[in-house]
């Protein structure tokens, strides 16, 4: 029987591949990349606790990258899931290296990967936050008029993406609703002000590191990994922001395939 609760998209066949999006997003924010991978991939995408359409984690417990971690594992140890590749974007990036350092992970790549900010950078991260919830909260009330255009679109995501006008309408009004109402946004903001990444030392698996070049907030921060995963590949995404996956969803996909089949190719060798 299945008892999923964190899955909210699962296409393809294949080995599996476990997509997690960043804090105040959903499932959602995978979906322009999602049926490309899926043509090579079994991909499971979830919400995070306390994001979209899944309950918070349990009362006290502070949404650290290794919390949410234990979570997804949970998840996937309920699909019958022991070993995968991962992807994370921002905050699922985090949580992406926190798996990968436990040993259950064949590959993974992270895209704008958040956790190695200096204190001024996390409170500076955090004010930005807060201010994105609030500017949400005003404009969900409206949200079904204002992301039915591509300049309505625009002034809201256009903080974390550099083409936010290419968000489908409907895929851009359940972001916005979700960024101003999901319930684990407020933890998991605080938790980032004080969480730091653990067991990056122990990760052996092969780790791609993609980045675009108009992100404000982490492109000063996300080079730090390669210091401590010196395994691990970097490459920019030219143009793109944040949440890159939207801005240019055939090059995100074609840098994560190219990786993944590439890892194949020189396992067989």
Request: glycine residues 8%; aromatic residues 6%.
């Amino acid at each position: 029987m299945n008892t999923s609760t964190l899955v909210r998209e699962h296409a393809g066949t294949g080995e599996p591949l476990v997509l997690l999006h960043g804090l105040g997003e959903t499932s959602v924010a995978w979906r322009p990349v999602h049926e490309a991978l899926s043509r090579d991939y079994d991909v499971i995408a979830v919400d995070l606790p306390g994001f979209g359409s899944s309950p918070e984690l349990p009362r006290g417990t502070l949404p650290t990258a290794a919390a949410l971690a234990d979570a997804v594992e949970r998840e996937l140890d309920a699909l019958g899931v022991t070993d995968f590749h991962v992807a994370g974007n921002s905050l699922g990036a985090q949580i992406a290296f926190e798996l990968a350092g436990r040993g259950r992970v064949r590959s993974m790549i992270a895209i704008s990967p958040d956790g190695l900010g200096t204190p001024v950078e996390r409170v500076y991260q955090a004010i930005a936050l807060i201010t994105g919830r609030l500017v949400a909260t005003l404009l969900a009330p409206i949200a079904t008029p204002l992301t039915a255009t591509g300049p309505g679109r625009s002034l809201f995501f256009i903080g974390e993406r550099s083409r936010p006008w290419r968000l489908r309408a409907d895929d851009s009004r359940d972001l916005l609703v979700n960024f101003a109402r999901s319930p684990g946004y407020l933890p998991a903001v605080a938790a980032t002000v004080v969480d730091m990444p653990t067991g990056l030392d122990r990760i052996t698996c092969p780790v791609l590191i993609l980045q675009g070049t108009f992100d404000p907030l982490v492109s000063m921060q996300s080079p730090r990994y390669l210091a401590f995963v010196p395994q691990a590949r970097w490459r920019w995404l030219p143009g793109l922001n944040h949440v890159a996956m939207s801005d240019d969803p055939a090059m995100v996909s074609r840098a994560m395939l190219d990786f993944l089949d590439g890892r194949h190719a020189r396992a067989a060798a």
